[in-house]
């Protein structure tokens, strides 16, 4: 009879226990890394570069030839290894790299190093890093610069045709050269567009030569695109700019005859003009 009466209260404490709450769990929250991710966007001509990195902190650490030892390959940041992306065909220190998205390795060395573009982008750090896959490596030379307690890449130059990226930390800074050609490749789409123009269409004629003008690039053919405009439809833009193409020749007098040429073919909308054609005057009679 007792183990009946135990049996039948054991049961009964059965759906007690069953509705007892779990342990409530402890909220989720995230953590920062040391080492924060960054991301660099520039624009070279047409070429788009994108540098993503993670940037570590030295913390009074010994960096190159301690922390990240010399000789040795290196993932250039922190974390996933850092990648760099190019829209178009490029050069690097003058060496061709096609388009498309690299991981960016480097062995820093006392007095050189080589930075390394990988094929395998998306990688942990440079620990299967796989040298097979390289698409490039060049050289470059270290030199001092200001204090960068984190890693950080920057730009510090760029034109229409190259930027200077440079890899800094510590007081050190490691420069090298990304190149577009862009000015070459517009030339080339200049030539192609003067020579699908019609015999009157003085505008087309007159893109390509400014740029020319502008950028001191083929002023032969610059002037002779000039002089095709001015027989189509002479007016104060084009003379302005084959006075400005002779000027960048040298030919300062036939510059100033030019320019008053455009002067007197302005209009009342073109007031505006007239005196930064003047000041041109001015300076090349100077």
Partial sequence: MRKIILALAMTAALPLAAQTPAAPQAPQFKIPRPSPKSVLTQTIGFTDVTITYSRPAARGRQIFGGLT????????????????????????????????????????????????????????????????????????????????????????????DEATVEIKWTNVAVPFTIGTNTTQKVLTDARAAVAAAKPDDWQTRLRAASFAVENRVDLEEANRWLDESIAANANIRNLFEKARAQAAMGDRAGAIKTAERAIAKATPEDKEEVPEIEHSIASWKS
């Fill in 69 to 160: 030892p010399y000789g040795q390959v290196w993932r250039t940041g922190a974390n996933e290894a850092t990648t760099i992306s190019f829209s178009d065909d490029v050069t690097i220190n003058g060496q061709p790299l096609p388009k498309g998205t690299y991981s960016l390795h480097t062995i820093p060395g006392k007095d050189q190093w080589t930075i390394i573009f990988n094929k395998v982008a998306n990688q942990w750090g440079s620990f299967t890093y796989d040298q097979a896959q390289d698409a490039l490596r060049v050289t470059a030379k270290p030199h001092g610069d200001e204090y960068n307690e984190l890693m950080t890449f920057s730009i510090p130059k760029v034109t229409a």
